[in-house]
């Protein structure tokens, strides 16, 4: 039998694809209905996330581990690449920008927290390899100064201001590509023996055949960008229609979207007592986000998109972003999980998401 | 022989008890001598709390484990939370945020900091369980975000800024009991073993006869409603007199007055070798003001107090609650203490309480 | 043969002696040359501070353990002490205090960054003692508290904000100033064992004779006194000649220029897999400088300097020396190093300067 097939017959949550071909008819027929438009992409985008993310996987099987690293971690967030590069064409860098906050915050508190509750209710004390989990806090810490300097140090009221930030973004964001690429040197090469455990961890589904994999990953792909683009269009009078900030969208409804496909093996990892593999897929995945997917979204929107876009963040993400990443460094710096500490990790994410949710539109 | 009157008689700091009866007398017959009322009142409310914190623990000795660490996490600091429940009423909110903040910063850098110091003057190097001190550094940290977000996202000079601050400020002091009433649940309950050292380190003094501890527990309590009633008539007036800034008064002074109960058993614990104990006494008695008392106190303005209070804290105090809790995270994280690390928390507390001594009553 | 001879003619760095007449000269016949002198200062200086600090050491080697270190300690910065003297005295407050950030910096993120680096390059991972760098993390976390309440706390705009920011820079000076001897006092007498291997590490150099150091050290002080007065009237003009903005000549030129001679140690320290000694030169002159040097300066601006001196830094500048103290925190909590560690505390520093570069001269 196609394995693809197989699939999905096997998971429940693939066969919400069948929202993918209702989405597109409903998109020819009522183009005005934003709020149907919108829930059913978001239907439609969760099962193609999870397919992306298995085909990834096989084809980075495939081509052994170090290539096959390096794959994983450049197409690892593939569905959120998508869904900003549709947002910036659109001129819609609020939302990019929301997004990009919104995932780094959602991985490393929202799948961070909900793992280690998940494996706390199951076992009383856990401890995980906190080599990999240091790596990629400090990536993300990185990310975070390079975020939080450039409204740090200057008001960019003036023209000269608006000049500066766009230089210093591009600066800054070939630095911190330079940074990730270096990362995966150190991780994938270097002292990859420091990284076993994690590696060997995410073997956890069946791989693919190559031929099927890449024809899943290019007919996916498209899928998946023709779907954001009805996204983009009616997420913002959706929102409206459900009365909620457009801050609350970009930060916690687009995020958790494009997270969808990383929590079932997160969340099963740590029932299995794998924490390893939990903590991988959620700091390895904000650090991915916060070095590549945004740098090289800065450096992408001076080809498509109206203006070019900088790393300039509105403050209150910054300092979410920076919480955010102060707490996975205090709390992966003991390398033993216990169900409060999920629940701490997740409460500061309630805080976040309710501040969002009541934060007035006009202060944002 | 009474063990009341015993405990009177061998610890001289009951002895100001005396000044309970004399400051009411002064209060009827010279209702406009606030210098002399607001000493009167100091002088009084220390023994007081004294008393009170041994009347809880005496309770909650006898009513076992669980429910007496439930007793002593909720009535550990009645006496601040009386005294802040009278500034509430007097719709002192000034003053109610800065002796919340000023307790929250007193506990985790002056008592946690003259612990090490007189503990390292005595044994060179002390070693203490750093499970219990990270629970309640993590519960810190957790409260100090929610203090953090609302300054951090908003800026509530509109009406509508108000409006969401309020609502926010509900929603934060419901997810901070809740938080607290789960971190109880853990240390208590769920993973007890970690923590015991500190549990039966608090049996420090010989417990009171049931009776004779709730007949202390409710008189003292109406004693210091009342004596805190006249504290804070006085206490602005006489900070003027003094030549303090009301910050001052509220963040260092009614804080120390407040904390004055759990100093012996903190610096008496530290002398004895038994860190575990003054450690626990400092950041558990914080995190339950940051995540318990504060709370409950904006919840409880709805009821009593002209207008609601929000959860909103001045800037500065923010910062210093931050710096506060960073403190707290670094110094324990190695689980040993040295003389010096008691000189470096106190340096910090020095820093703030110079600063608010300076501060121009304009700026706060 | 003189060991200074000897000295001279086995290290390069010091044949740009020969600037230093070549200077001398210039100034008198091309005082208006700035960026010609400019660049002769530099060259000049750099020489100076090697056998400024190779003085030093020797005289510390002659005087015994714990005079030697009280000596080390406090000379150690003798180089920056006279530069942001000469900077006092022109009044040039802005240099002074952008040296001094710059200083504390540089150490924290270049030094000891590119220790990692070069030490990971041949080391695959190397370990150090942290109790020395937890000691001097822990100073430096005590001096950015100072610099950053005044900052925090109020907005001296008005008079009596000035007149506050001068009286608690002041009472803050004498704080960091004591914190900086009980440090001392911890460090060399009542726990000098946990810093043995540290101490004992900084003996790389054969000492000269205790006439040659002291003579060196006088007659070398007075040139860069010289030396200093012709960079601080040059630096500002030639900054405008090569495009950079102030604060990148504060922040990042005089400040490498100020810790060349500690460069050569630090690295091949970190070469010789001796990271203990990288790690206490870096750190140890940031904490110097942030808890000695600029409270020394702040308290001899009342007897020279046209004004007193504050301790109130560029908001910009405080943030940084925030980042590169946390840096520092995280990175040595795990008392280990590979070259990746050092790649990203470098790429911290990286973002500092191209931010400081691009940043338009007014924002600052």
């Known amino acids: 039998m196609n394995p693809l097939i197989k699939d999905i017959r096997h998971n429940p949550l693939l066969w919400l694809l069948a929202f993918v071909p209702v989405l597109f008819a409903c998109d020819q027929l009522k183009p005005e209905a934003h709020t149907l438009l919108f829930v059913l992409s978001v239907l439609a985008i969760a099962p193609l996330t999870v397919l992306l993310s298995h085909a990834t996987e096989s084809v980075a099987a495939k081509t052994g581990d170090a290539v096959g690293g390096l794959l994983n971690a450049t197409l690892g967030n593939l569905a959120e690449l998508i869904i900003a590069l549709a947002a910036l064409r659109a001129g819609q860098y609020m939302l990019v920008k929301a997004s990009m906050a919104g995932a780094i915050v959602t991985n490393t508190l929202f799948i961070l927290g909900a793992?280690?509750?998940?494996?706390?209710?199951?076992?009383?004390?856990?401890?995980?390899?906190?080599?990999?989990?240091?790596?990629?806090?400090?990536?993300?810490?990185?990310?975070?100064?390079a975020l939080l300097i450039p409204s740090a140090v200057s008001q960019a009221d003036s023209v000269a201001g608006a000049a500066f930030t766009q230089k210093l973004s591009v600066g800054l964001a070939v630095l911190l590509i330079v940074a990730y690429g270096l990362g995966m040197l150190f991780s994938l090469k270097t002292h990859r023996e420091l990284f076993a455990s994690v590696e060997h961890a995410e073997a956890g589904e069946v791989p693919w055949p190559i031929g099927l994999a890449l024809a899943t990953l290019a007919g996916v792909t498209v899928l998946v960008a023709l779907v954001s683009e009805v996204f983009v269009e009616s997420v913002q009078k959706a929102a409206e229609a459900f009365g909620m900030t457009p801050a609350f969208v970009g930060f916690i409804i687009v995020a958790l979207v494009g997270g969808v496909s990383a929590m079932p093996t997160a969340?099963?990892?740590?029932?299995?007592?794998?924490?390893?593999?939990?903590?991988?897929?959620?700091?390895?995945?904000?650090?991915?986000?916060?070095?590549?997917?945004?740098?090289?979204?800065?450096?992408?929107?001076?080809?498509?998109?109206?203006?070019?876009?900088?790393?300039?963040?509105?403050?209150?993400?910054?300092?979410?972003?920076?919480?955010?990443?102060?707490?996975?460094?205090?709390?992966?710096?003991?390398?033993?999980?216990?169900?409060?500490?999920?629940?701490?990790?997740?409460?500061?994410?309630?805080?976040?998401?309710?501040?969002?949710?009541?934060?007035?539109?006009?202060?944002?």
Do not use: C
């Open 115 to 145: 793992s280690f509750l998940f494996g706390g209710l199951k076992y009383h004390v856990q401890e995980y390899n906190r080599v990999s989990a240091r790596l990629q806090a400090g990536l993300l810490f990185l990310a975070t100064v």
């Open 267 to 364: 969340f099963s990892g740590a029932r299995k007592n794998r924490l390893d593999l939990s903590v991988g897929i959620a700091l390895g995945s904000a650090s991915q986000i916060a070095l590549f997917v945004a740098p090289v979204l800065v450096l992408v929107s001076y080809f498509i998109g109206p203006t070019p876009m900088d790393l300039r963040f509105w403050p209150g993400a910054v300092v979410m972003i920076l919480i955010a990443t102060l707490t996975a460094s205090l709390v992966t710096n003991s390398a033993r999980s216990m169900w409060f500490v999920g629940v701490l990790v997740l409460m500061v994410y309630l805080i976040f998401a309710m501040t969002l949710y009541l934060l007035p539109p006009r202060a944002q």
